[in-house]
């Protein structure tokens, strides 16, 4: 659910952190164990005050650990609808629909008259190859962005021209090809070299895996 809306996802992560901050301020006030130590001497309202301060202890402990586990799992999702990219300009992930047969990716994106922002398609192949694009029937400026087998961008094409059938060449052993909306790629500094996580790539092996 994070992946469809970023700024949610943020909103939960500061949240957390938040919270586990808060937990490890409680804990580094409390008690040491050696200033217990000689608790066993202690009347026994001490003794009790002592054993709850160490249950609550323990549990702040497992509620911090649940937390970083818990923000962890999402920080590292990896699902078929949704691609991540990194480089050097930073990091972006896009939902996306899956064209991985002959019927689905003859079609692609076309007669769309618009696409959302943080939307694409990924095309993938079975095996990495030549492979060439065009934009006839395409209603909206697409950025490809063309992959290798193991997630790394090999080759862009930035604004392609809505109906244009002039061929676009991609590379050769490409193994996937994303489209987003024309511009995105300059907008995000999306360079060549740029890694990818998906499922897909995980038999590449994969430059940045699940």
């Known amino acids: ?28 006030h409390w008690p040491s164990a050696s200033s217990m130590a000689n608790a066993a001497n202690w009347p026994p309202r001490f003794a009790r005050g002592k054993r709850r301060s160490q249950q609550v202890k323990r549990s ?8 970083l586990t818990s923000v962890a799992s999402v920080a590292s999702e990896c699902r078929p609808d949704v691609v991540e990219l990194r480089g050097t300009w930073g990091r972006v992930r896009f ?35 030549h492979v060439r694009f065009w934009m006839k029937n395409t209603l909206i400026s697409l950025d490809m962005l063309f992959l290798d087998r193991h997630g790394v961008v090999t080759r862009l094409h930035k604004h392609a021209i809505p109906g244009d059938p002039t061929s676009i060449f991609g590379g050769n052993e490409i193994f996937a090809v994303l489209e987003i909306n024309g511009g995105l ?19 590449g092996p994969a430059i940045w895996p699940c």
Do not use: W
């Not at 907008?187 to 790539?201: D, E, K, L, N, W």
């Open 185 to 203: 790629t300059d907008h995000y500094g999306i360079t060549v070299g740029s890694q990818m996580r998906h499922p897909a790539f995980s038999d």
């Open 60 to 67: 702040g402990l497992a509620a911090a650990v649940l937390v």
């Open 95 to 129: 939902n996306v629909e899956i064209a991985d047969d002959q019927l689905e990716r003859s079609r692609g994106l076309m007669f769309r008259e618009s696409m959302s922002p943080n939307a694409g398609m990924l095309f993938i192949y079975d095996q990495p190859q």
């Open 1 to 28: 659910m994070f992946s469809d809306n970023p700024r949610m996802f943020l909103f939960v992560l500061k949240v957390c952190e938040a919270r586990v901050s808060l937990i490890c301020n409680r804990v580094r």
